[in-house]
Structures are given as structure tokens and as C-alpha cells.
């Protein structure tokens, strides 16, 4: 039977190779179970077996010098048959192979340092844990290359970084732009964001840094804050524009009133002064008398001494123009409140015909302990979404709160019309 000794030089190398990639194997298991901290009892296992094959390889090299005659000492494997050493390596190596499959499987379930250092590089942000001192326990790549911006040196004690993050020391290109919040806008146009937090009460007395990018956030801000100093801009002259455009709207309204009143009142004149040319019948001028008593009224505000016949011929009016009006309740007699409600019923009456394409107006007045209380509305359409007063219940509105009385318009659900009207000093 053939002994190691006693076998080719080719085989010899054969078995030292495989013997060398035991070895290897043996010893990658060593330093990662040394590493992850696998347990005593395991390293010395794999350290056990690591010696006992590096004394077997030494056999080897030995006999193989001793077959060569490049050795004077006696083989030591003479009488060992060379198929022990054949499955004896190839045993050893499967074993090793399955031994470094656990180690990799029980590495990528276990946390070890590598494994947390490792991740706390890749992170996208900078984190810094430093002791009471300043002395730096560990920190990642981002920290270190923003500590390199600020500093301008490796990151080997915090105080150095802290007494630029609290801007006791100025750096070229560096800009604080939030000192609150530590917000810093560094030389490669990036800003990054800097918190403080002190560890829990197991590691009392670690301070832990860390480092945001919000170059993104910041910029959008930015842009957003411009914005919205450009739309309050944009406002301030909108509501210059709205309050310019009320007050022609209202000098409008007057005008063409006025207008209407002129040329009512010139037609009127005409008439009659033809009728008193040609000597028309009594009854169609005392017509056209009364019409021209309704505009000198519009146009003047000079009322009928008796109050009762000046809300006759408001209703009288209206009911001409297609508009019944129904009075609920005792209307004013006295001078000035009845003036005032006539002019109300009147503006009523023209706005439901002209917006609303109503029939009827609704006119409740009764006595209260203040004044007089009068609410207007119609049968008509309901106001569009957005409407507000026009130029003639603005004009209203300046006679009423300059007698000291108040007035309140609603347009949802349906237009409503409440004035509140004092007492006159005769009245009290």
C-alpha cells in the first residue's frame, strides 16, 4: 500500500493545497467568530483546529523534503497510507465550507460593531456621540466630512465643532442661517440642520449630534415665503382696486339716477307747458302734476306734509310699476321716520323689479322701546351668491346712520331690509 511518503510529488502538492485553503477558511472562521463575539468555547474550538492543521501541514512539508532528499530528519507519515490524508482533507474541507456558510448566515442575523459602524455610514445624515469631555466615542462619514467644512480638520474633539455650531467661531463660507435652530448654509451650497440630544439615563452623560439636510426644504421656503409676499402685495392693491371700484360704482348709480330724475322732470315740465299752450282737459295735467311731484321728491327728498298721503302715493307708485306693497303693522307718522321708511319702501320696490322680478313687497313696522323697528322683503328671485348693497341702499344707509338710526341688510337665503330708527325728540 502506498504511503504520502511514498506517492508522487504531484499528489504532495495536491494535499498542501488543499491543506493551505483549510487553513485560510479556518482562519476567516477565527477572526469572525473573534469579531462578532461568538463565544469562548467556539473560538477555541476553531483555534484548536487551526494549530492541529498547521502542524499537519508542517508533517507534510517535511516528508515532502524527506522524499526530495533536501532533509536530514526521519519521515513522520512513512507508514500512514495515502487515502487516510485523501479523505481526511476532503472531510475537512466540506466541513469548513459548512462552518463558513453558519459564520456568514449567523453574521447577517447578528449585530455586531462592524455592523453598526457600517450602517451608520451609510445613513444619509451626520451623527456624532461625545462624552462629557468632548472626546468623540463615534461618528460617521457624513459627520466627519461636514466636520471638515466647519472645522477645517478631522473630527477628533466635539468642542471644536461646537464652538462653530454655536457661532463663537466664524468660518469663511459658512452662514448661520437660523441660530435657534442651528441651521447652517455651508460652502458647497448645501444647508444642514444640527440637533443636540442627550443620550438615555444606561449612557447618562453621552451627548449625541446629529445632522439633517434640508437644503430642499429650505430653498422651497424660500420660494414660498417670496410668494407669499408677492400675493400680499397682490391683495394690498386688489383691495385699493375693490374699494376705487365701489366708490365709481356708487358715483354711477347716483348719476344715472340723477340723469333719470333730470330727464323725468324736463319731460314733465314739457308736457305741462304744452298742455297750458294747447289747454288740455284738468284731469291729464293734475296726471302729469302728480308725476312731477314724485320726481322734485326723488330728486330733492321734500316729502308731503301728511304722512298717511305720502305712503299712499309710494304704494300708489309701485302698484303703477306692477309692485303691490303689504304693510303689516303701524307705520310712523312722525316727520322724519316716515320720510326715512318712504325712501326704504321706494328703493325696496325699485330693487324687486329691476334684480329680483318680483311682485309683491313685504313691509312689517312696529313700535319698540328704542324706536321703530321696519323689515322689507320681496316675493322675488333670490340674490346671486356675492351680492351687495348698491348705490341706492348705500345712499340709504348715509341717512339712516346720520339720524343715529341703524340699518342691516341680509342676501342669504332671500333679501331682508331692518332698519332701527330712534325716536324723534317730539316723539319722546
Keep these: 500500500m502506498y504511503s504520502y511518503v511514498t ?51 508542517c508533517f507534510f512539508l517535511n516528508d515532502h523534503r524527506y522524499q526530495l532528499g533536501e532533509n536530514n530528519h526521519p519521515s513522520f507519515l512513512l507508514k500512514i497510507p495515502i487515502w487516510i490524508f485523501l479523505t481526511g482533507m476532503s472531510l475537512l474541507i466540506i466541513f469548513l465550507c459548512l462552518l463558513v456558510r453558519n459564520e456568514i448566515l449567523a453574521c447577517r442575523k447578528n449585530i455586531s460593531a462592524w455592523s453598526v459602524k457600517e450602517t451608520m455610514d451609510d445613513v444619509p445624515c451626520g451623527v ?10 463615534l461618528s460617521n462619514k457624513k459627520m466627519r466630512e461636514l466636520s471638515r467644512m466647519l472645522t477645517g480638520a478631522p473630527l477628533q474633539n466635539y468642542e471644536d465643532l461646537k464652538q462653530v455650531l454655536d457661532g463663537n467661531k466664524s468660518v469663511q463660507g ?58 400680499e402685495l397682490l391683495n394690498q392693491k386688489l383691495k385699493k382696486m375693490y374699494e376705487q371700484i365701489d366708490e365709481s360704482i356708487r358715483e354711477q348709480e347716483t348719476l344715472k339716477m340723477k340723469m333719470q330724475v333730470h330727464d323725468s322732470l324736463g319731460c314733465c315740465l314739457l308736457t305741462i307747458r304744452r298742455m297750458l299752450e294747447g289747454n288740455k282737459e284738468p284731469d291729464y295735467m293734475k296726471n302729469q302734476l302728480e308725476i312731477l311731484k314724485q320726481s322734485v321728491y326723488i330728486l330733492s327728498g321734500i316729502t308731503q306734509d301728511d304722512t298717511e298721503k305720502q305712503y299712499e302715493e309710494s304704494i300708489k307708485h309701485a302698484e303703477k310699476l306692477g ?8 307705520l310712523c307718522d312722525e316727520h322724519q321716520v316716515a320720510l326715512i321708511t318712504d325712501k326704504a319702501i321706494r328703493e325696496c320696490v325699485t330693487n324687486c323689479i329691476r334684480h329680483a ?23 322675488g328671485e333670490r340674490p346671486k351668491e356675492g351680492s351687495r348693497e348698491g348705490g341706492g341702499l348705500s345712499a340709504l344707509r348715509e341717512v339712516v346712520e346720520r339720524d343715529g338710526g341703524e340699518m342691516t341688510t341680509k342676501f342669504e337665503p332671500e333679501f331682508l331690509l331692518v332698519l332701527k330708527l330712534p325716536f324723534s325728540e317730539t316723539e319722546e
Aim: with cysteine; aromatic share 10%.
Design 128 to 137: 456624532c456621540v461625545s462624552d462629557s469631555c468632548g472626546h468623540v466615542v
Design 357 to 379: 322680478h318680483g311682485r309683491r313687497v313685504y313691509v312689517q313696522s312696529h313700535k319698540t322701546r328704542e324706536g321703530w323697528k321696519v323689515c322689507i322683503t320681496n316675493d
Design 174 to 231: 459658512v452662514t448661520r442661517l437660523s441660530p435657534e435652530k442651528g441651521v447652517l448654509y455651508l460652502p458647497n451650497g448645501t444647508v444642514w440642520m444640527f440637533q443636540n440630544y442627550m443620550l438615555a439615563e444606561e449612557v447618562e452623560g453621552y451627548l449625541q449630534t446629529v445632522a439633517f439636510d434640508v437644503t430642499e426644504i429650505y430653498f422651497n421656503s424660500e420660494k414660498i415665503r417670496m410668494k407669499n409676499e408677492k400675493l
Design 323 to 330: 309692485v303691490s306693497v303689504e304693510i303689516e303693522g303701524e
Design 7 to 57: 506517492y508522487s510529488v504531484k499528489l504532495h502538492n495536491i494535499l498542501m493545497v488543499l491543506m493551505e485553503i483549510g487553513l485560510v477558511l479556518e482562519l476567516w472562521i477565527f477572526f469572525s467568530r473573534l469579531i462578532r463575539s461568538a463565544g469562548l468555547k467556539k473560538i477555541m474550538r476553531i483555534g484548536i483546529l487551526f494549530l492541529m492543521s498547521f502542524v499537519l501541514m
